[in-house]
C-alpha cells in the first residue's frame, strides 16, 4: 500500500512539474516575441503624414525604430520627430520618447530606442512647427494575439416604483461594462436617451426624471477599438402624487444681429424658458407659424428664413398643468451683400526740399484710407522694411539716408488693401537726429530676452521705449541696470506714454533678464544656438535649403538646387558684432561657396519680392564665405561687389574644419575678422567694384541701409557649408 501511495504521489509531482515547466516554457516563449517586437515608424518629404507607422502592440519591451532618410522617401532634408505625448489623460503616459531624425545627421536619418510599453493606447505626433497632422494612436494589447473581442455591457434601472412598474417621479440608469481576460480593457462607456439621442460620455448613473415613457441606449468601448453591440433598457417615469393644479411660468426672448429698425438679419434665435414652483418643469414645446405642428424644445430655436415669423409656446408640468400659449414675433431680412472691397489708400510727403528733392532736416508722411463698403478699421506702416506699425498720425522721419515707407489700410470687413510704399531722401538739416541709445524698432518692449508685451511706442523725445532701455550696453551690475530701468520708466510714466500696469510690467522683465549679472556681460544674444526652438524662428526664401542636424549645426544646400537665403525676421540691426562659426562641407575636391548677408531691407513688400533671395543681394551687403584658389574672384572675408580679399590675406584652412567669423559694422566702416585675425576692412562709400559695373545692382547711391536683417547665402546642392553658434552684440 505504502509503495503503491509513493507512486501515485510521485506521478503527481511529475504531472505539476511537467505543467509547471510548459507553463514557464509559454511565458518565456511569450517575453521572448515581446523583447524581439520591433515597430517603425518612417517619414519623407510629406509634412502632414508619417510615410508608415504600426497601430497595434503587444504589451512589454520593445524596439522602437524612426527612420526620416533618403531611404524612406525624404529628398529634401526636411527634419522630423517622433514623439510620444505624456500629457493627455486619455491616453498612456509612461514612455518618454522624443527623436529628432533627419536624413544629414550623424545616424543618416534612422534612430532606435529601447522602451517598455502597458496595454492601453499611445498618442504620438510629430512636434516641429508646421508639420501639420503627423499623428496617430498606437494600441497596445496583453500579450498573447491583438485583442479582437468587444467587451460586454449590461443595465440597471433603479428607482421607486408603484404597483404597475411605474418609477415615480424619477429613474436611476447604471451602465457597467467588462473586458475579457487578457484583453485590452474597457476604455469607455457611451448612452444615448431615444432612438434619436445623441451618444454622450458615461460617467455616473442617468438620472431621468421627465414624465413620460423611456428608452436609454447603451455601448462600450475597449483600448483597442473594439465596440460592444447596442443594447438599451426601457422604463416610464410617472408624475408622485401631487395636489399641484398650477401650470408652468413661460416667458421667451429674441436675440441675434438687428439693424436700426429692429429687424434681425440673416438669422433669429428664439430661447424660451420655464419655471414651476409645484411639481416641477416636464416639458417644453413650441411652434413656428400659426399652424406649425408642437415640437419638443431641447434648445434655442435659429430661424433662417426671411419674413416675418410667430414662434409659439408653452410647458407642461409633471403634474399634467399645461402653460397657456404664448408667442413672440419678428422679422428676418437677409444681409446686405458681404463687403471684399478693400480700402483706398492715399499717401502726401511734406517738408522743406532742397534742389535735388530731398527733404531738409525732416521729412512728415501722412497716410489716407477710405473705405466705400464699410469702416475703415486699422492703417498701418511699415519703415525702411521694418515690422508693420500702427498708424495714430503723421509719420515724422528725421534720420538722414534714402527711406521707403510702405502703408495698408484694413476694413471692418476684414479686407486689407495692397501694400504701397512713397520713397524719399532726407538730408541733414537744422533738426539733430533724435538721441536714441539704441536702435530698435521691434513691435513690443523686449527687455534682454524677456518680451513684455508692452507696445514699443514712440516717446517726446522721438526715440522708441526699447531704444531708452539700452538692454545691449555691457552693464557693470544688474543693481545699476535695474535703476537705469527705473529711471527710463518714472520718465515715461510721468509723460503719459505708459500706464502704471505697463510700468510694473517692463520692471518685472528688467528683474527676469538678468542682464548686468556675471556671465552676462559680454552682451551677445543667440540668434541660433543648435536647438530646434532656435531654428524655427529663421525663414527660408528662393531656392536651396537649410537642415537643421542632431549635433546642433545647420547645413546648407543638401538636397534642392538654386540660390536662396536663410534669413532671421525677428529683428533689424543696425551698429554690431555678428560672430559665428562655419566649415566648409562641399562634396569632392571642390570649395563650397555662400555668404552671410547684413543689413539688407525686409524681403516682403519690396521692389524685389518676386525674388525675395535678391533684396539681400541688391541692397544689402554679402560678406564672402569662398576659400577656392580658382572661380570667382571674391574670396573668404570680400564684401561681395564693392572690396575683394585674396586666399593671401584672408587665408585658407582644411575642408571639414570650423572657422571662426566676427563682422563688425559700425555707421558705413565694415570689419571682418577670420580665426581671430582682421582680413578685411571696407567704408561704405565708393562705387562698386566690378568692372563695368552691374547694371542691375543699385551700388551705394543711398539704398544700402543704415540697418537691417541678417541672413545666410544657399547656392546650391553642391555648395555645402555648416554654420553654428551664431550670436549678435548690438554695438
Given at each position: 500500500m505504502w509503495a503503491a501511495l509513493l507512486a501515485a504521489l510521485l506521478m503527481v509531482l511529475g504531472l505539476q512539474a511537467a505543467t509547471a515547466a510548459g507553463q514557464s516554457e509559454r511565458s518565456d516563449r511569450a517575453d521572448r516575441a515581446a523583447a524581439a517586437q520591433v515597430l517603425t515608424w518612417t517619414a519623407g518629404n510629406a509634412i502632414d503624414k508619417y510615410a508608415s507607422a504600426p497601430t497595434t502592440a503587444v504589451a512589454g519591451q520593445a524596439t522602437i525604430v524612426f527612420e526620416n532618410s533618403e531611404a524612406t522617401g525624404n529628398t529634401t532634408g526636411m527634419p522630423h520627430t517622433l514623439t510620444f505625448v505624456t500629457s493627455d489623460p486619455e491616453f498612456n503616459s509612461d514612455v518618454q520618447l522624443n527623436i529628432l531624425a533627419n536624413p544629414n545627421d550623424d545616424q543618416g536619418g534612422k534612430h532606435t530606442a529601447e522602451v517598455t510599453l502597458t496595454p492601453g493606447r499611445y498618442f504620438y505626433h510629430c512636434t516641429i512647427p508646421g508639420h501639420g497632422m503627423m499623428q496617430g494612436i498606437l494600441t497596445v494589447t496583453e500579450g498573447g494575439g491583438e485583442d479582437t473581442t468587444a467587451p460586454e455591457a449590461s443595465a440597471h434601472v433603479s428607482g421607486t416604483q408603484n404597483q404597475q412598474g411605474q418609477y415615480v417621479g424619477s429613474a436611476s440608469v447604471a451602465v457597467h461594462a467588462t473586458d475579457e481576460t487578457g484583453g485590452s480593457g474597457v476604455d469607455r462607456i457611451e448612452y444615448a436617451i431615444g432612438d434619436a439621442g445623441a451618444w454622450q460620455p458615461y460617467t455616473a448613473p442617468v438620472v431621468v426624471d421627465q414624465v413620460g415613457d423611456h428608452k436609454v441606449r447603451y455601448?462600450?468601448?475597449?483600448?483597442?477599438?473594439?465596440?460592444?453591440?447596442?443594447?438599451?433598457?426601457?422604463?416610464?417615469?410617472?408624475?408622485?402624487?401631487?395636489?399641484?393644479?398650477?401650470?408652468?411660468?413661460?416667458?421667451?426672448?429674441?436675440?441675434?444681429?438687428?439693424?436700426?429698425?429692429?429687424?434681425?438679419?440673416?438669422?433669429?434665435?428664439?430661447?424660451?424658458?420655464?419655471?414651476?414652483?409645484?411639481?416641477g418643469v416636464n416639458t417644453i414645446e413650441y411652434a413656428i407659424g400659426a399652424s406649425g405642428a408642437w415640437q419638443p424644445y431641447a434648445q434655442p430655436v435659429m430661424v433662417h428664413q426671411v419674413g416675418t415669423h410667430t414662434v409659439r409656446y408653452r410647458a407642461t408640468d409633471k403634474a399634467g398643468n399645461v402653460a397657456a400659449e404664448k408667442s413672440v414675433q419678428f422679422t428676418v431680412v437677409a444681409a446686405p451683400p458681404q463687403d471684399t472691397t478693400p480700402p483706398v489708400t492715399g499717401v502726401t510727403v511734406e517738408g522743406?526740399?532742397?534742389?535735388?528733392?530731398?527733404?531738409?532736416?525732416?521729412?512728415?508722411?501722412?497716410?489716407?484710407?477710405?473705405?466705400?463698403?464699410?469702416?475703415?478699421?486699422?492703417?498701418?506702416?511699415?519703415?525702411?522694411?521694418?515690422?508693420?506699425?500702427?498708424?495714430?498720425?503723421?509719420?515724422?522721419?528725421?534720420?538722414?539716408?534714402?527711406?521707403?515707407?510702405?502703408?495698408?489700410?484694413?476694413?471692418?470687413?476684414?479686407?486689407?488693401?495692397?501694400?504701397?510704399t512713397v520713397s524719399f531722401t532726407v538730408v541733414a538739416g537744422g533738426v539733430p537726429a533724435p538721441p536714441c541709445p539704441e536702435y530698435d524698432e521691434r513691435l513690443t518692449v523686449v527687455v534682454g530676452t524677456v518680451d513684455t508685451g508692452v507696445p514699443n511706442r514712440l516717446t517726446e523725445n522721438r526715440c522708441r521705449i526699447n531704444e531708452l532701455i539700452e538692454d545691449e550696453k555691457e552693464w557693470t551690475s544688474h543693481a545699476l541696470f535695474l535703476k537705469h530701468v527705473k529711471q527710463v520708466l518714472d520718465g515715461l510714466r510721468a509723460d503719459g506714454v505708459i500706464d502704471n500696469r505697463e510700468y510694473n510690467v517692463v520692471t518685472r522683465a528688467a528683474r527676469q533678464s538678468g542682464i548686468g549679472k556675471p556671465g552676462q556681460t559680454e552682451g551677445y544674444r543667440p540668434l541660433f544656438d543648435g536647438t530646434a526652438d532656435s531654428f524655427a524662428k529663421w525663414s527660408h526664401v528662393g531656392g536651396g535649403s537649410f537642415a537643421l542636424n542632431a549635433d546642433g549645426t545647420m547645413t546648407s544646400g543638401t538636397t534642392r538646387a538654386g540660390l536662396g537665403m536663410l534669413w532671421f525676421p525677428q529683428r533689424k540691426y543696425g551698429d554690431f558684432s555678428l560672430k559665428l562659426q562655419w566649415r566648409d562641407d562641399a562634396p569632392g575636391t571642390g570649395n563650397a561657396n555662400s555668404g552671410v548677408f547684413v543689413r539688407f531691407p525686409y524681403v516682403h513688400d519690396h521692389p524685389e519680392e518676386t525674388r525675395p533671395e535678391w533684396v539681400a543681394i541688391k541692397y544689402g551687403h554679402e560678406v564672402q564665405v569662398f576659400d577656392s584658389p580658382t572661380g570667382d574672384m571674391y574670396k573668404t572675408g570680400s564684401l561681395y561687389g564693392f572690396d575683394r580679399v585674396g586666399l593671401a590675406g584672408a587665408g585658407v584652412t582644411q575642408k571639414g574644419t570650423w572657422n571662426d567669423y566676427e563682422i563688425r559694422v559700425v555707421d558705413q566702416h565694415y570689419s571682418v575678422y577670420r580665426n581671430g585675425k582682421l582680413i578685411n576692412e571696407f567704408d561704405n562709400i565708393g562705387g562698386q567694384d566690378f568692372s563695368p559695373p552691374r547694371s542691375d545692382d543699385p551700388g551705394t547711391d543711398g539704398r544700402r541701409f543704415a540697418s537691417g536683417y541678417i541672413g545666410l547665402q544657399v547656392h546650391g546642392t553642391t555648395d555645402v557649408v555648416s554654420y553654428r553658434d551664431i550670436r549678435i552684440k548690438e554695438l
Open positions: 455601448r462600450a468601448f475597449d483600448k483597442a477599438g473594439n465596440v460592444s453591440a447596442e443594447k438599451s433598457t426601457e422604463f416610464t417615469v410617472v408624475a408622485p402624487q401631487s395636489d399641484d393644479t398650477t401650470a408652468p411660468d413661460t416667458s421667451a426672448s429674441v436675440s441675434g444681429e438687428q439693424n436700426p429698425d429692429g429687424t434681425y438679419v440673416d438669422m433669429a434665435t428664439v430661447t424660451v424658458s420655464a419655471s414651476d414652483t409645484g411639481s522743406t526740399r532742397n534742389s535735388d528733392g530731398a527733404y531738409v532736416g525732416s521729412a512728415e508722411v501722412t497716410v489716407s484710407a477710405t473705405d466705400h463698403g464699410g469702416e475703415v478699421a486699422s492703417v498701418e506702416y511699415s519703415l525702411d522694411g521694418g515690422p508693420y506699425l500702427a498708424y495714430g498720425g503723421p509719420v515724422i522721419v528725421d534720420r538722414a539716408g534714402a527711406h521707403t515707407l510702405a502703408y495698408r489700410a484694413s476694413d471692418t470687413a476684414g479686407n486689407t488693401s495692397a501694400a504701397r
